[in-house]
């Protein structure tokens, strides 16, 4: 079936550095997108969303970018710092059904 | 994690045992979800319920019930069905099955050995 996928599984960064962590979608029919962290033996923790009419949304620190031309959405995080260590889970929904998440890249932060 | 509460943390078991993890939310949501989530691997739906006495089957419902007798409590049951129990299980829930964004539990982990 279709799926949500991440082009990397791990990327490391200094502090301060921003970071880009990307994110490959297969259903064109998705219409809302979310960025979820999540730390070590904790739940994932809501980050931020767009929905498909959008290309682009800002919040704290964050930025969602979605091309739904090449099916690609990326989290960009400003000034990365050390307690932005985690993993880091996109999803994809279409309306009226559940989320499907991609396996996740780790981003850990070096100071 | 708001509040949806999930427990036990930890939870052991020995194989051949059916065992119920706990998930209890008093968000007023109307869904709520199960995860499977297994090293470095993303969640995947186990089960998930709209309303009180209704639920679905997810992507990996085999070895796994569930329950939805109150609004506010949605219990996984792990049974000896299921071939690789061991994994860390997120409960999650949402105002509605329209509504996009799921809050989720602290998670339970549970290993048989």
């Known amino acids: 079936g279709e799926s949500v996928g991440l082009h990397l599984p791990t990327l490391s960064v200094q502090e301060g550095d921003n970071s880009i962590i990307n994110c490959a979608y297969s259903?064109?029919?998705?219409?809302?997108f979310i960025w979820y962290k999540q730390e070590s033996g904790k739940g994932p923790q809501f980050i931020i969303d767009?929905?498909?009419?959008?290309d682009k949304r800002q919040g704290q620190r964050v930025t969602v970018l979605l091309n739904k031309t090449v099916k690609h959405l990326s989290l960009q995080i400003a000034a990365t710092q050390p307690g932005d260590s985690a993993v880091y889970f996109c999803?994809?929904?279409?309306?009226?059904?559940?989320?499907?998440f991609g396996k996740g890249t780790t981003l850990s932060v070096s100071s | 994690d708001g509040g949806i509460t999930q427990s036990p943390k930890y939870l052991f078991r020995k194989e051949g045992q059916n065992v119920t993890l706990s998930c209890e939310q008093n968000?007023?949501?109307?869904?709520m979800y199960w995860y499977r989530q297994d090293p470095g691997q993303g969640l995947r739906l186990i089960y998930y319920?709209?309303?009180?006495?209704?639920?679905q089957k997810g992507d990996i419902a085999e070895g796994y019930s569930v329950s939805r007798e109150k609004k506010e409590s949605f219990p996984l049951t792990v049974t000896s069905a299921q071939k690789n129990p061991t994994a860390f299980y997120l409960c999650?829930?949402?105002?509605?099955?329209?509504?996009?964004?799921?809050?989720f539990g602290p998670g339970t982990r549970l290993t048989v050995t």
């Open positions: 259903n064109s029919a998705s219409d809302y």
């Open positions: 319920s709209q309303i009180v006495n209704d639920f």
């Open positions: 999650a829930t949402a105002s509605g099955i329209s509504s996009y964004e799921q809050y």
């Open positions: 767009i929905r498909s009419n959008m």
């Open positions: 999803a994809e929904n279409q309306a009226g059904t559940a989320l499907i």
């Open positions: 968000l007023n949501h109307d869904a």
